[in-house]
């Protein structure tokens, strides 16, 4: 139920403008936020590599309503990578389609997204597609489709606790694309999404199987030390070497386990957000763990 009204409350355009003019709760953001600036994100991504972790940095936004508002948020992904080239990072891209705006115009949203994967082949680096609400699924996947038809450049993410994942995952693969498996982070009814965890897991270990021996380069994004467990299990039993695949994780969640994988010498991505408008992505993030959100009510009211 507190998923549930928090994944309803991310929703919110007014608790969104209360949330992000508080000084207390926008100072409580950077727990899973690396700042609003791209030098703040830029300062965690080297803290990152330091510690042996590459990065994903996601300039934050979604659902866009003007052109023009896409149109900035393609120009600052541009900016991403030529700053990442700049200072010689470990790190790639990840974005969301609605802040290109998928909302828009199919066709408007692609020819922004080539353009993004263009400047990301031209800097060797790579774009990653997040992947949203059940809504947005076939047409992020068909967006993806085409434009890895024109360069290698570009991947997506799969939700294991969607049903029509596993159809995704053999049609995603025929492209030769590369793949983000996470659990899924939505609010999605049970027409669409397993309701129990159970077989959200179930799921993502059948789906994990699936990635690993498919000779292309996929990421395991979880916190789960069960789904991690299985994942290095699996690669053990097919024989897959460390450097084939990569794990995972937000900024800020679980640093202890992320430490432990690359002590054991896992290859690790930590996502890294940063912007203006992070106060979705603050919420999914409270969402997923009920005890975030009593931390954080208590830190407000002290
Ligand atoms: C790199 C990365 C990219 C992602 N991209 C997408 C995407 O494109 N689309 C999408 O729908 N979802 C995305 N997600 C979110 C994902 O779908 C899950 O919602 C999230 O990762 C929690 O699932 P879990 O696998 O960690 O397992 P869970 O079973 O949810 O959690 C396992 C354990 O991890 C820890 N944990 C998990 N979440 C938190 C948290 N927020 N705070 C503190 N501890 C936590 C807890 O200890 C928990 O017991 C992404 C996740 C990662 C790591």
């Known amino acids: 139920m507190v998923r549930s009204a928090l994944l309803k409350l991310s929703e919110s355009k007014s608790f969104a403008r209360w949330v992000t003019s508080n000084q207390i709760t926008r100072k409580m953001s950077h727990r899973f936020v690396a700042g609003e600036a791209l030098s703040e994100a830029i300062a965690a991504t080297r803290a990152c590599n330091d510690q042996g972790m590459m990065v994903s940095l996601d300039y934050l936004g979604e659902n866009v309503t003007t052109t023009a508002d896409a149109q900035r948020a393609r120009d600052s992904y541009l900016k991403v990578f030529d700053r990442i080239a700049a200072e010689k990072l470990d790190a790639n891209v990840s974005c969301k389609l609605t802040q290109l705006g998928l909302d828009l115009s199919t066709e408007f949203c692609e020819g922004q997204v080539l353009s993004i994967v263009e400047r990301a082949a031209a800097c060797q680096n790579f774009l990653r597609v997040d992947m949203e609400g059940s809504h947005y699924t076939a047409r992020t996947i068909d967006i993806v489709k085409r434009v890895r038809s024109r360069s290698p450049a570009i991947g997506t993410v799969i939700q294991a606790y969607l049903y029509r994942s596993e159809r995704d995952v053999q049609d995603l693969l025929a492209y030769g694309c590369r793949i983000r498996l996470c659990k899924g982070a939505y609010k999605e009814p049970p027409q669409v999404a397993f309701p129990k965890k159970q077989d959200v897991d179930a799921n993502y270990v059948k789906l994990m199987r699936l990635l690993l021996p498919s000779g292309f380069y996929h990421g395991i994004a979880t916190h789960d030390p069960k ?22 994780m937000l900024y800020g969640v679980r640093t202890d386990l992320q430490r432990q994988l690359v002590r054991d010498g896992f290859r690790l ?28 009510m208590r830190n407000f009211f002290r």
């Open 269 to 296: 991505r930590i996502y890294i957000p940063f912007g203006q408008d992070w106060f979705p992505y603050f919420m999914r993030r409270l969402a997923e763990r009920p005890a975030n959100l009593a931390f954080f």
């Open 227 to 248: 789904m991690i467990a299985a994942t290095i299990r699996c690669a053990a039993e097919m024989k897959i070497a460390k450097q084939d695949f990569e794990f995972q």
